[in-house]
C-alpha cells in the first residue's frame, strides 16, 4: 500500500501586485484585482506540495494528490503542482462555492478528502496569501477527527507515524504524531522545488478529476454565501499615514531624554 | 634526383609515407566518429561571405592584425604564411621522392625557381617567428597561455622543420642541383658557408640525404602529432572559419520542445547532456582552440576572479569528446592527460562545472577575440540549458527570476509599478496599427524605477519630434529575453510566442526600443519563431532626429561625459555610432571614451541574466567596470541600455561614498532630454513627476 499524501493548495491573485493594482470595492466588501494582475499559487501551499514531495524523495513507494478549491482557473496550480511531482489532481470547482468562509472550505476539502478516501498524510500551507486566516488546514483535521500539527519547518515519515519540526519563536519543537494527520507548513521549510521541463510537459497527461458539489454530496445551503458562519463587517483599505516628530535638543543624551519623555507620555513605555 | 628515387632510399620513401600516413588516416577517422553522432546543424548559408571571411580571416590572418597583441601577431602571421608558402617546397617533396619527373621543379621550372627566394624568406620569418614564440614562452610568459611540454614540441618541430629545409636547400644549392639559385638568399648564404669550409661533395651529398629524409620525417612526424596537440587547429581551422555561424553573435538557437518530448523515452534532452548533444560545429570548435588565451583575458567574469575562463570550457569540451572517442591506443600518451574514467565517459557539465557555467554573462568578448572563430557562448548557454530544462538545477536567484517571468510576466518581483504607470500624464497612445513605430517599454523601462524617467524622456522626445508611435500598455508581456538568456528556452519560446501573436494582431511592423536586449530579441530571434519585424533602436532614431532638425539641443551646461558601450549593442549587433552622433550634438558637452569601448566595450555585468543573478565570487562586474568610467574623470557616464544604467547606478555609490564627488550615471534620452529642453503645457518636465502611485521618491532631475 502506497503511503497516500494529499496536498491542498490554492490560487489566489500576486499578492507581489504593486498596491495599486488591488482595489477594495467597500460596497460589495470585494477585493478587485486590475486585470493585469497574476493568478499564483498560494506561497506556503506549494511548500506544502514541496513538503510532500520530500517524504517521497525518502519513501518512494508513496501516491500525492492535489486538490485545490477554486474557480476553473485553479486548474492551473494543481497543474504546477502536477509538474512538480504530484501524482494526480482534484479540481472542487462551482458556483455555490463561492463567497464562503474558512468553514465552508473545510467542509469542502474534507468531504473531498473523504471522497479520495484511504489517506495517510494531509499537508496545507499554514494561511493562503489572500485573506491569510490561517485556519483551514486544522478546520479540516477537526471535520476529519484527526490530529493536526502546524507550522512546520521539517515533516518526515517514519515507521508510520509523522515526525515534524514545529517553528517556534526562539527555536524549533520535533513532534510525533500518528497517521493519519494533517499538517500546516510555514516557509520555514525551504524553497518549492523547480520542475524540469520534461516534468511540466508531463504534467499534462496526468489525472485531474473535477468534482462539484453534487459530486460531494453538499447543497448549496452547506456551502458558499449560504453556508457561511462568517459575517463580513466591512472590507476597506487603511489609510496609513506616517507623521515624523523629531526630538529637539543640544546634546544627543538631551534628545534621547526627551525620547524617552515623550514615549513614556505616549504610554508606549 | 632526390634521395629517395634509387634503392634503398625508395624503400625507406614509401614507409615513412605509408607508416606515417596510415596511422594519420586512423586517427582522423577515429576522431571523427563522435562527429557523426553529433548534433546536424547546416552552415551552407550565405557561401559568398562564408568564402570571403575564408580569406579575410585564415588567409589574411585579419584577426592578428590588432594592437592588443601584436607581438603574438607578428610570429603567428610569419609562422602562418610562411606555412602556406612552404608547401609548395612540402609538395615538390613528395613529388621528387615519387620520381624526379613529375617534381615541380621539373613540371614548372623557372615559375618554381622563381617561388623558391620567396620560400627562402619565409624559412627566416617562420625561424624568426618560431624563436619569437620560444622568447614569449620562456621569458615573457603572458598569462594567457598554456606553457606546457606540447607546446614546446610544437615549436621545436617547426624549428626542426625549417632548419632542416634550410640546410637541405643550401646543400642543394652546394651541390648545384638546383640550379644557379642566388636569390634565396639565406640558403645561398649557408652553400657558401660550405664553399668556405671546403666541405667535399661526398660528405654533402650523405648530408643532403640526411636533410632530406629528417625533413620528411619531421613533417609527417608533425602531421601525426598534430590532432594530439593542442595545436590541432592547423588541421581544423580552415573549416571552423569557413563553417562559422552567420548570424549576429548575440543570437541563440531554439530548441525543438515538442520533438525532444517525442525522443525523451530514448534519452534525448533539451539541453546538452552528454558531449555528442553538441552540433559538430560545437565539437569542432573543441579542436580549434590552440589555448592562446585571448578569450580569457577579456572574460569579464574570469577578470574579476570567477570560475570562468572560456579556454578552460573549450578544453572541457575537448575532454569530454576525447573521452568519447575511441583511441588508437593509450600507449601513445601523446595527448594531454585525460580524466580518469571508471565506465560513464564525463559529460560536459562534469568538465565543465556549474559555476563556470553561471558565470558567463554572454558579453561575446570571447568570439570577438578568438583568432580562429570558436562560438564560445552558445556551447556555454547549450550546458545551461541542461542544468535548467533538465536537471532544474541553478543559482536561486536564477530560479526566483524565472518564476516571476512565469507567474508574474515580468522579472522585477517587488515593483509597485504597474506597466502604464509612466503614461501618466503624457501624450501617449496605445498602438492601434495606424502608427509608424510600436514603442515597445519593456518590463525595465515600465517596472523598474530607476528606468521610467528614461521611458518618459524618450516619450517626450519622440512627440517632440513628431514621430508616430503608440504603445501595448498593460498589454505588453515580456520579451522573453531573460528567460532565454537563463536557459529556460522553454519560457522564452512560450512569451516570445505570445508576443508575436500580439504584434501581429495588431499589425506591428516597426518595433522601437530602448533597450539593446529587446532590439537584439525582436530584430535577431524572434524571426525563429515567425516574428519579422523591423527594428530600431532609441540611438538610432534620436540621432536621425538630431540630424534631420527634428530634434534641436539648445541648452546645456558645461560637463564630460564618458559613453559606455552596451555589450548588445556595440558588440553584438555594432551600434556604436548612433549613441556617440547624440552626445556629440549636446551644446558644451565633451565625450571622452573608455580604452575598452565600441567592440572591445568590457560588460556592465548585467548580461546573460545576471541582472538578476547574485555573481559567485570574486569582484562585482559592475565594480570593474565603473572604476574604469570613474579613472576617465568624466562627472557622468551616459549609457543607452536599462541594464548597464541600473549597474552604474549601483556601483558608483559603492565606489565613491561621498555624495557631493559622485559621477552621475545617465542615459542618453535623458541626456539629449535636458539639452531639447521639452516644454509644453500637456508635458511635464521629469523633474516635476510625482511618482506618487510608485514610490515616494521624485524622480532624479537629470
Not at chain 1, 478587485?32 to 513538503?51: H, R
Not at chain 1, 459575517?231 to 515624523?244: D, F, G, H, K, N
Request: charged fraction near 20%; hydrophobic fraction near 45%.
Amino acid at each position: 500500500m502506497p503511503l497516500h499524501i494529499i496536498a491542498c493548495v490554492k490560487q489566489v491573485p500576486d499578492p507581489e501586485a504593486p498596491a495599486s493594482a488591488l482595489k477594495v470595492d467597500e460596497a460589495a466588501k470585494k477585493v478587485v484585482p486590475a486585470p493585469g494582475v497574476a493568478s499564483v499559487i498560494s506561497q506556503f501551499d506549494a511548500l506544502a506540495v514541496e513538503a510532500a514531495l520530500r517524504v517521497k524523495d525518502v519513501i518512494a513507494d508513496a501516491k500525492i494528490t492535489v486538490v485545490s478549491m477554486g474557480p476553473a482557473e485553479a486548474r492551473d496550480v494543481i497543474k504546477h503542482s502536477l509538474a512538480m511531482g504530484g501524482d494526480e489532481g482534484v479540481l472542487l470547482t462551482d458556483n455555490a462555492f463561492d463567497n464562503g468562509d474558512s468553514y465552508t472550505t473545510a467542509l469542502v476539502l474534507s468531504k473531498a478528502i473523504q471522497k479520495i478516501g484511504d489517506f495517510d498524510l494531509l499537508l496545507f500551507g499554514r494561511q493562503a496569501t489572500d485573506w491569510d486566516a490561517g485556519v483551514v488546514g486544522y478546520g479540516v483535521a477537526e471535520l476529519l477527527g484527526i490530529p493536526s500539527v502546524s507550522i512546520a519547518k521539517a515533516v518526515t515519515v517514519q515507521d508510520g507515524k509523522v515526525v515534524v519540526e514545529r517553528v517556534l519563536m526562539e527555536g524549533y519543537d520535533t513532534v510525533e504524531a500518528p497517521l493519519p494527520c494533517a499538517i500546516t507548513v510555514s516557509n520555514e521549510l525551504g524553497e518549492p522545488r523547480y520542475p524540469k521541463l520534461q516534468q511540466i510537459m508531463q504534467a499534462a497527461r496526468k489525472q485531474v478529476s473535477v468534482w462539484s458539489a453534487a459530486d460531494l454530496g453538499l447543497d448549496a445551503s452547506q456551502v458558499g454565501a449560504q453556508g457561511t458562519r462568517m459575517v463580513l463587517e466591512r472590507l476597506y483599505q487603511p489609510v496609513s499615514e506616517v507623521e515624523c516628530e523629531v526630538m529637539e535638543g543640544e546634546t544627543p543624551d538631551e534628545k534621547a531624554q526627551k525620547l524617552a519623555q515623550r514615549l513614556r507620555d505616549e504610554k508606549v513605555i | 634526383m632526390a634521395p629517395a628515387n634509387e634503392f634503398p632510399g625508395n624503400i625507406f620513401f614509401y614507409l615513412i609515407i605509408l607508416g606515417f600516413g596510415a596511422f594519420f588516416a586512423l586517427t582522423v577517422i577515429m576522431r571523427l566518429i563522435p562527429f557523426f553522432q553529433a548534433k546536424r546543424v547546416s552552415r551552407l548559408d550565405h557561401l559568398p561571405e562564408r568564402v570571403r571571411d575564408f580569406f579575410l580571416v585564415m588567409m589574411a590572418q585579419s584577426k592578428f592584425f590588432r594592437r592588443k597583441y601584436w607581438y603574438s601577431g607578428i610570429l603567428h602571421v610569419f609562422i602562418f604564411w610562411g606555412f602556406m608558402v612552404l608547401l609548395i617546397r612540402s609538395l615538390n617533396l613528395l613529388l621528387d621522392g615519387v620520381s624526379g619527373e613529375i617534381s615541380l621543379q621539373h613540371l614548372l621550372g623557372n615559375v618554381y625557381t622563381g617561388w623558391r627566394p620567396v620560400m627562402d624568406l619565409f624559412n627566416v620569418l617562420v625561424i624568426v617567428g618560431v624563436s619569437m614564440g620560444a622568447f614569449q614562452r620562456a621569458f615573457i610568459k603572458p598569462e594567457r597561455i598554456t606553457i606546457n611540454r606540447d607546446g614546446w614540441t610544437i615549436i621545436s618541430l617547426i624549428f626542426l622543420l625549417m632548419v632542416t629545409d634550410v640546410l637541405g636547400n643550401s646543400l642543394e644549392i652546394f651541390l648545384e642541383r638546383g640550379g644557379k639559385d642566388y636569390f634565396s638568399f639565406f640558403a645561398f648564404g649557408v652553400a657558401n658557408l660550405w664553399d668556405r669550409v671546403g666541405l667535399g661533395v661526398g660528405t654533402a651529398e650523405a648530408a643532403h640525404t640526411v636533410f632530406w629524409f629528417s625533413h620528411l620525417v619531421i613533417l609527417f612526424a608533425f602531421l601525426d602529432y598534430l590532432p594530439y596537440s593542442k595545436h590541432s587547429h592547423v588541421l581544423t581551422v580552415a573549416f571552423n572559419v569557413f563553417f562559422r555561424s552567420s548570424e549576429p553573435t548575440g543570437v541563440l538557437q531554439p530548441i525543438d520542445i515538442e520533438g525532444i518530448m517525442e525522443r525523451a523515452e530514448e534519452g534525448a534532452t533539451f539541453g546538452v547532456a552528454k558531449v555528442t548533444d553538441f552540433s559538430w560545429k560545437q565539437m569542432l570548435d573543441f579542436l580549434t582552440c590552440t589555448e592562446c588565451g585571448r578569450c580569457q583575458s577579456n572574460c569579464p567574469a574570469y577578470l574579476t576572479q570567477k570560475e570562468l575562463s572560456p579556454k578552460a570550457i573549450q578544453h572541457a569540451g575537448r575532454l569530454a569528446l576525447l573521452a568519447n572517442t575511441p583511441t588508437m591506443s593509450s600507449i601513445l600518451r601523446l595527448s594531454p592527460s585525460l580524466p580518469r574514467t571508471d565506465g560513464e565517459p564525463p559529460r560536459p557539465i562534469d568538465t565543465m562545472g556549474f559555476d563556470s557555467i553561471w558565470d558567463c554573462v554572454t558579453c561575446g568578448s570571447c568570439q570577438y577575440w578568438c583568432p580562429v572563430m570558436i562560438e564560445h557562448v552558445p556551447t556555454i548557454m547549450d550546458v545551461r540549458r541542461f542544468l535548467v530544462m533538465d536537471e532544474a538545477q541553478m543559482p536561486e536567484t536564477a530560479q526566483a527570476a524565472l518564476m516571476q517571468i512565469e507567474q508574474r510576466g515580468h522579472p522585477w518581483r517587488g515593483t509597485t509599478f504597474t506597466r502604464s504607470d509612466w503614461m501618466e500624464g503624457l501624450e501617449v497612445s496605445l498602438f492601434d496599427g495606424s502608427q509608424e513605430y510600436l514603442l515597445w517599454v519593456g518590463c525595465s523601462g515600465s517596472l523598474s524605477e530607476r528606468n521610467v524617467p528614461i521611458t518618459q524622456a524618450l516619450a517626450k522626445l519622440l512627440i517632440q519630434g513628431g514621430v508616430s508611435f503608440g504603445v501595448l500598455g498593460e498589454e505588453e508581456p515580456c520579451c522573453g529575453d531573460p528567460a532565454r538568456r537563463l536557459g529556460n528556452e522553454y519560457l522564452f519560446q512560450m512569451q516570445a510566442q505570445q508576443a508575436i501573436e500580439i504584434m501581429n494582431a495588431k499589425g506591428v511592423k516597426k518595433i522601437l526600443t530602448a533597450c539593446p536586449h529587446g532590439y537584439n530579441v525582436f530584430r535577431n530571434e524572434y524571426k525563429q519563431f515567425g516574428g519579422n519585424f523591423e527594428v530600431v533602436h532609441h540611438s538610432q532614431l534620436l540621432a536621425q532626429l538630431v540630424k534631420e532638425g527634428k530634434l534641436r539641443p539648445k541648452q546645456g551646461e558645461e560637463q564630460t561625459i564618458v559613453y559606455h558601450d552596451s555589450c548588445y549593442l556595440a558588440r553584438h549587433n555594432d551600434i556604436a555610432d548612433a549613441p556617440r552622433q547624440v552626445l556629440a550634438s549636446l551644446p558644451r558637452a565633451r565625450v571622452v571614451e573608455m580604452e575598452r569601448s565600441r567592440k572591445t566595450t568590457f560588460c556592465c555585468g548585467a548580461g546573460g541574466g545576471h541582472m538578476w543573478v547574485e555573481e559567485s565570487k570574486g569582484q562585482h562586474i559592475n565594480h570593474a567596470r565603473t572604476e574604469e568610467a570613474i579613472g576617465t574623470g568624466a562627472g557622468v557616464v551616459a549609457t543607452a541600455c536599462p541594464f548597464c544604467i541600473q549597474m552604474f547606478e549601483d556601483g558608483i555609490p559603492a565606489l565613491e561614498p561621498d555624495e557631493e564627488k559622485r559621477m552621475r550615471a545617465l542615459d542618453i534620452a535623458e541626456l539629449l532630454e535636458t539639452a531639447v529642453a521639452v516644454k509644453t503645457e500637456d508635458m511635464i518636465g521629469a523633474s516635476d513627476i510625482n511618482l506618487s502611485m510608485g514610490g515616494d521618491e521624485v524622480a532624479p532631475s537629470p
